[in-house]
């Protein structure tokens, strides 16, 4: 279980970057801030499987300070991507 649930949570990181990525390599603006979007929600699934990691047991709530950290500065960034390319 721990070992699927590890494997999501890479897999909901890269899509993040990968998207971003993604979405810049696209020719139109409309896929770029699909993609955005698309990077927001791989950003919200590692939340909540870093909450159900907490929830088994796996990790500790002190241990979760620093990774809900770094996803409120991504969250913030991406947020602010997205507003900055609907403006284009």
């Known amino acids: 279980e721990i070992y699927a649930l590890s494997s999501q949570i890479r897999r909901a990181v890269t899509s993040i970057t990968f998207n971003i990525a993604e979405g810049y390599g696209r020719k139109t603006l409309k896929d770029r801030i699909h993609f955005l979007y698309i990077a927001r929600g791989s950003l919200y699934e590692l939340e909540a499987q870093l909450i159900t990691c907490m929830d088994l047991g796996y990790l500790k709530q002190e241990e979760m300070k620093d990774v809900v950290l770094l996803q409120s500065q ?8 997205i507003r900055a390319n609907e403006m284009e």
């Open 74 to 81: 991504v969250a913030r960034m991406l947020a602010g991507l």
